[in-house]
């Protein structure tokens, strides 16, 4: 058998150095094990440090998951529950509102808000979750509902994206999470969660979103039954939507959790894997300001060493968290602010607490405000 020549990072090493952009094969060549990982981490490095400089971000946030219960299948979800299963739930106003007092109280800066579709439920139930949060904890951002809830509403309602979105927005949302994107190659994607948004309704959604003025983020999970040409892909049509509308904050690669999914057979990735999705995200993203190492699907340690490896961010303090935790996720509960902040000093990083669009936060315990903009400005909106 004739192997192919063993692929060389050196062209790579000198467009990035001179700051051009990679194109598609060379983007693909990237995953190939033959690439030194380090090296190409170490590239990485060099990109983010030049974007974001010694900053190693954090910030301080609470997750709502609403309701388990949804509609739709998908295999890689340990955390969707049927109507009748003894493990759904739906949360009434009463606990809605003590999980925002509770993350007032902790000083959060931010709710993550997502959840099942429950076929019992009106769009007014989930948007009534927006206005009570909002009304009663005006200083929490709220960080809400993916293209695939969107959708779902759009489906209840018969009303365009756009309508739903600028409702939402009046009534108190802040941003969309980047939930939902899963991978956008349809050979993968119609076999992982054939039912739900597609990747053209998942785009939709993010673009009108942009154009509205309401910033998001993106994920991709990784570590299924993809391969090289799909990650390739997911990254190139997020890249291109991000020269489209600037609107993407950071960008997340989610490593699979496949306990008590329906595709528990596969093996989570490895630490090397995911240092080097880390690495070719930051690189192929070259549009996108932040690259965040989730430290709940990571794992502590590797989410830390992705630092060095093109991340600069380690999302939050998080409590409440559940999607992964039901997929067997052993990180633990919520890590406290000296922990996340010790993690990204041992790191070599200065901490720097964010809000949700990346303003500094000047903090008094658990008093807070939004100081400068750590990057770009506003999104114009055109509605
Ligand atoms: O879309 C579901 C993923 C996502 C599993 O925007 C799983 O700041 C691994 O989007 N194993 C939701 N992943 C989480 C998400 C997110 C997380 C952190 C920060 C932000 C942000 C967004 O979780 C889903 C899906 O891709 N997911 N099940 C699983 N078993």
């Not at 489209?244 to 496949?258: C, D, N, V, Y």
Request: net charge negative; hydrophobic share 40%.
């Amino acid at each position: 058998m004739i192997r192919a020549a063993t692929p060389s990072l050196e062209p790579v090493r000198a467009k990035v150095e001179a700051g051009v952009r990679l194109d598609a094969a060379e983007a693909e060549m990237l995953w190939d094990e033959r690439i030194d990982l380090h090296e190409l981490g170490a590239l990485a490095n060099r990109v983010r440090e030049r974007k974001n400089g010694n900053r190693g971000f954090y910030n301080i946030n609470t997750h709502l998951n609403p309701t388990n219960v949804c509609v739709y299948r998908c295999t890689f979800c340990a955390f969707r529950a049927d109507l009748r299963d003894p493990r759904g739930y739906v949360m009434g106003d009463e606990q809605i509102l003590a999980r925002g007092q509770e993350a007032v109280d902790a000083g959060s800066t931010e709710m993550h808000i997502v959840g099942g579709l429950h076929h019992q439920k009106d769009y007014d139930w989930y948007l009534n979750i927006i206005r009570l949060l909002h009304d009663h904890y005006p200083c929490l951002h709220l960080k809400a509902w993916t293209p695939v809830e969107i959708n779902w509403f759009q489906h209840l309602t018969k009303r365009s994206v756009r309508e739903i979105l600028v409702e939402l927005r009046d009534a108190g949302l802040g941003s969309l999470p980047g939930g939902g994107a899963e991978i956008f190659h349809p050979e993968v994607r119609d076999r992982i969660c054939e039912h739900k948004a597609d990747t053209a309704a998942w785009f939709d959604v993010h673009r009108t979103a942009h154009s509205l003025g309401l910033r998001s983020n993106a994920t991709m999970l990784y570590g299924h039954i993809e391969n090289a040409f799909h990650r390739t892909d997911h990254l190139l049509r997020l890249r291109q939507l991000q020269d489209e509308t600037g609107g993407f904050q950071t960008f997340i690669p989610l490593a699979f959790h496949p306990d008590n999914t329906r595709l528990s057979h596969i093996h989570k990735p490895t630490a090397a894997m995911s240092l080097r999705t880390m690495a070719v995200s930051r690189l192929v993203l070259d549009n996108f300001d932040h690259v965040k190492a989730y430290w709940i699907m990571l794992g502590i340690g590797t989410a830390q060493a992705a630092l060095a490896y093109g991340a600069d961010d380690l999302d939050g303090t998080v409590r409440h968290e559940l999607i992964y935790h039901d997929a067997g996720a052993t990180t633990p509960e919520v890590l406290s602010v000296e922990h996340i902040q010790r993690l990204i000093r041992e790191a070599g990083r200065e901490p720097v607490e964010r809000d949700t669009l990346y303003h500094a936060v000047e903090r008094d315990g658990t008093a807070w405000r939004s100081g400068a903009a750590l990057q770009g400005g506003p999104l114009a909106a055109h509605d």
